[in-house]
């Protein structure tokens, strides 16, 4: 039935199912699971069963703890159901446990600045050039990501590690620019100067990157102005969206 | 208090989860009377993962507290055809519990959890908490019937938070007879308790 390579990784899905696989392994495990759909149905059932470990630990919780509950809930938006042809299959492979050390890293984080990771996993889910550098962006141990405009129709997501330098700007639901103009992304530094990061076009669909910035020594926002077409040597408005960099 | 309700052996998706199904899918709509009840399903079970794998109470009702936030806003991901809606949020409930144990584990002193484990048999110290109902008894029967060292390696990977790398040092085994004993605690248990299709 199974080849022999594929015979000792078939011994994880019970590890897996507890996670009590390392980081590493997961990952294995979660490419394998891609083409093994014996070894899908056996996760979901081992799965079921820690479940019932589980669930007869239960405890009553605090009377607080709802009223906190519903009260941070009342304030998120379900995501949106994933539709058909959505996200790419390479991001399939490695974004689960890409999310898993994140969570684990950044939880703090995620709750304070309201940073929603399956949010983002729909962002790079639309952009269709999620690539080994993006990858390599994601997975730096000091990534953050800042999202602003939550609440507008203009959305933007900054993905940053210092570590690399680098800084992945995408945005969404961005009105056109007029007739004629572009919009474009600064760097702003701390001590005053303003370099531009690039010209982001006029996209129809509101959609607007990955853009790659590079160059972070000294800066601590990213805005984007609307520019005449080709863009502008020095912001010639005032931004339309101001992003807050982490130090 | 929380309710469990028994499982009869051979179904998959009892009463409980298909109402519990129905009810994320209208949390996916946005239905915060929906969520309500899927809280008051759930924060128990929830909470007592949490407080299990991790220990110190306020940090599990932190976790807790994330978890069912994320079910919430989650809700329209779960997909009935690969379990319940109980399994689905306990395993998130697993994950997070275990992603914040391991976190933890870089500042805190490991030895202690384990010289705590030695006087502090896990699922004997949750069954004592644990109202009596009838599936508490399912899987106290379940988890009797493995051989001690399925239970032991099974306990310390899910109830502890352990890798298996971590849980053949704390048994001085060698790592593929642990991942053997994992497995076979593990379908004997599925067996034992119905689960399957």
Sequence with gaps: ?247 | MVTLRSVPAGEPEPGPGDRLGRLLDRCARGDHAAFEQVYDAMAGPVLGIATTVVRNRALAEEVAQDVLVEVWRTSSRYQADRGSARGWIMTIAHRRAVDRVRREQADSDRDERVARRDDERPYDHVADEVEANVEREQVRRCLDSLTGLQRESVALAYYDGYTYREVAQLLHTPLGTVKTRLRDGLVRLRDCMGVGR
Excluded: K
Excluded at chain 1, 16 to 35: C, G, I, K, N, V
Excluded at chain 1, 155 to 183: C, K
């Design chain 1, 1 to 247: 039935m199974s080849r022999p390579a594929d015979a000792g990784i078939h011994t994880l899905a019970a590890p897996y199912a507890l996670h009590a696989l390392p980081e590493d392994e997961a990952r294995r495990f979660e490419a394998h699971l891609e083409r093994c759909a014996d070894c899908r149905v056996e996760v979901d059932e081992l799965r079921e069963t820690a479940a019932r470990l589980g669930a007869v630990t239960a405890v009553a919780p605090p009377r607080r703890m709802r009223e906190e509950v519903l009260a941070r809930v009342a304030e998120v938006r379900p995501l949106p159901p994933r539709t058909a042809g959505g996200p790419a299959p390479v991001l399939r492979r490695w974004w689960p446990r890409v999310a898993t050390g994140l969570v684990a890293a950044l939880v703090a984080g995620i709750v304070v600045l309201g940073i929603r990771l399956d949010d983002v996993q729909d962002d790079l889910d639309r952009s269709q050039q999620v690539g080994a550098q993006m990858r390599q962006l994601v997975e730096a141990d000091d990534m953050q990501m800042i999202r602003v405009g939550e609440d507008g129709a203009s959305r933007g997501t900054v993905l940053v590690a210092r570590s690399l330098d680098v800084a992945v700007f995408i945005g969404d639901g961005m009105a056109p620019a007029p007739e004629g103009h572009t919009y474009q992304l600064w760097l702003m530094h701390e001590d005053g100067p303003v370099v531009s990061a690039g010209v982001l076009g006029n996209p129809p669909d509101g959609h607007v990157g990955p853009v790659t910035a590079r160059g972070l020594a000294g800066v601590d926002r990213m805005g984007i102005t609307v520019e005449p077409d080709g863009g502008s040597p020095q912001p010639t408005s005032d931004p339309v969206m101001m992003i807050d960099l982490p130090a």
